[in-house]
């Protein structure tokens, strides 16, 4: 297929997205992520029932933590697709991209630089 | 178990905002089981706060530490040799917890993390409900193992009240009338007579409006 999509993303790979959890989601910002988002199979369609019903409820969780301490809700979304959807892989890792880009860097990060400077 | 709730994280902020170096502690037992304040979400908050006051430039130390419980000396003692590094202790732990750590460590502010709620049970998962006040005097075995102190809005021992409608309280409709429930039950055990017993005026003293209390066993008591 050899489809293009942005190589700033660093795909993190987990047996299931029920695996996800709202604190991984905030290491990553803490880390200096600039977003995180999570892709998981189809809804209806979790090989274990709702994992990826719980992923996003937690994504939801990481969004209002994020909201409420000025990092933006909006760097972690959920996507969903099967796993022949290659090209809707590579156009959801496009949409992502150009959110971020539009959000501009991680606060966090930006912080963390100033004080290490 | 204790039911407790997440306190909103500005609330948090707002008391913590002024040390520099606090400890978050949470507690493995009943607020644990109600994803208040077990370890998983010390780690979130020490992780969200640490965010936060970052972005603010603020300089902030947060430790973490989740103890098996803290409402006894055994493990609150784990502190003992580190506690004094901190600026404050913010607990995850039932009031009770708070309380002992307060009581325990009397040169450390000790903030609380969550919001105690009752004594419940988790009806399904992020669904919890109250079943017992500790009124100090179980009167479980005369009202078919459902409490009318704890899952009537007026605390009747006669019931039901003439605001029982289709088995619903009308407080809300979504609350089960305890009296309905009661004598439900009481029909499955074909033990409705039982229900024509009157109950006596019941001794409120043993309740929460006799005071604080305590339970003192001397025959453990060491």
Known sequence: MRLRYPDTIRIIRVPCTGKVDVIHILRAFEKGADGVYVVGCLEGDCRFENGNLRARRRVEQARTILDSIGVGGDRVKMFNLSSGEGPRFAEYAVEMTEKIEEMGPNPIKIAMRKKAA | ?222
């Open chain 2, 1 to 222: 178990m204790i039911v407790a709730s997440k306190k909103p994280i500005e609330e948090i902020i707002e008391m913590v905002k002024d040390f520099q170096k606090i400890l978050i502690a949470g507690c493995n037992e009943c607020v644990t089981v109600c994803e208040a304040g077990g370890k998983k979400e010390v780690g979130i908050l020490a992780s969200a706060l640490r965010m936060y006051f970052m972005n603010q430039g603020k300089k902030m130390d947060i430790d973490e530490v989740t103890l098996e419980r803290q409402c006894d000396h055994e493990y609150l003692e784990e502190l003992r040799n580190t506690v004094d590094q901190y600026d404050a202790v913010l607990s995850l732990a039932c009031g009770v917890g708070v309380q002992f750590m307060a009581e325990k460590y009397f040169q450390t502010p000790v903030y609380p993390g969550v919001n105690t709620c009752f004594m419940g049970v988790t009806e399904e998962r992020g669904v919890w409900t109250e079943r017992c006040q500790g009124c100090g005097e179980c009167i479980l075995g005369r009202t078919a193992g459902i409490c009318p102190i704890s899952r009537c809005a007026k605390r009747l021992l006669n019931g039901p009240c003439g605001g029982s409608t289709k088995g619903k309280c009308e407080i809300n409709k979504d609350l089960d009338c305890a009296w309905q429930l009661i004598i439900d039950r009481l029909k499955e055990l074909d033990r409705l007579d039982e229900y024509e017993q009157i109950i006596p005026i019941k001794d409120w003293s043993t309740e929460r409006a006799g005071g604080p209390r305590s339970v003192i066993r001397e025959d453990v008591r060491q």
